[in-house]
């Protein structure tokens, strides 16, 4: 089975701060695809990152990172120097290799920065 | 480049009554996936098209249907709606046929609420 855990679900932090949210994967695909969304109070996911199950490598881009770590089933995102316009829901999403390519969903962390 | 629309933006039924949800996908977008999304279950798949055709389906009981017309623009219908029903449904979007390489592209949903 297919799951994907958020196990925060909500993080206040003060901006500027530095802001780590965790995501664990279960899967016994050999091939699958892991994603990241931001949802805003509008209501649209927004896509942040996409890796797939083959390419470990951390990928950093501007304020954002994320590591992905295959012997922890773990896809960490990090948000360095936090700013109020961050705040938002952050999902973790997994996506099966083949035909049933759905995205199966964490339940989300809601972010709060204040200012 | 036009993102994925979603219309109504709200709709308020009453138990009983059937309703149709719209989404046009970004242009050149041939996949389209629809999600109901409740502060109980998160985010859950419902359907995918690609091509007119339904190509995987969720766990959802067969009061909710979709479709999908020549030009990619997609309706679902949910039939003798019940309160557990009221719901954000969010619509999404990709290239092609191999869209699990792919992030989806979401609209801002339609916000239903049965009375």
Not at chain 1, 30 to 37: A, E, M, N
Request: glycine share 8%; aromatic share 12%.
């Amino acid at each position: 089975a297919q799951k994907v855990t958020q196990a925060q679900t909500e993080i206040s932090v003060v901006e500027k701060e530095d802001v780590t949210l965790d995501c664990v994967y279960e899967t016994r695909d050999t091939t699958y695809y892991l994603f990241w969304y931001k949802q805003p109070p509008s209501g649209e996911l927004v896509f942040l990152i996409r890796r797939n199950s083959f390419d470990e490598q951390n990928e950093i881009s501007g304020r954002y990172s994320w590591n992905f770590q295959k012997s922890t089933s773990s896809f960490n995102f990090t948000i360095t120097a936090s700013q109020v316009v961050d705040s938002a829901v952050y999902f973790c999403a997994l996506r099966r290799g083949g035909s049933q390519g759905n995205l199966i969903f964490g339940k989300g962390t809601k972010l709060s920065v204040k200012p | 480049k036009a993102g994925v629309t979603q219309t109504p933006r709200y709709l308020i039924k009453t138990r009983g009554q059937q309703v149709t949800l719209s989404c046009s996908p970004i242009s050149g977008h041939r996949s389209v996936s629809w999600y109901q999304q409740t502060p109980g279950q998160g985010l859950q798949f419902l359907f995918e098209y690609f091509s007119e055709t339904q190509r995987n389906k969720g766990n959802f009981p067969g009061r909710f249907s979709g479709r999908q017309f020549s030009n990619s623009r997609s309706e679902m219908n949910v039939s003798t709606l019940e309160l557990g029903d009221s719901a954000l449904y969010l619509c999404a979007s990709s290239p092609g046929q191999s869209s699990y390489n792919s992030p989806l592209h979401f609209g801002n949903g339609t916000r239903l609420t049965v009375t």
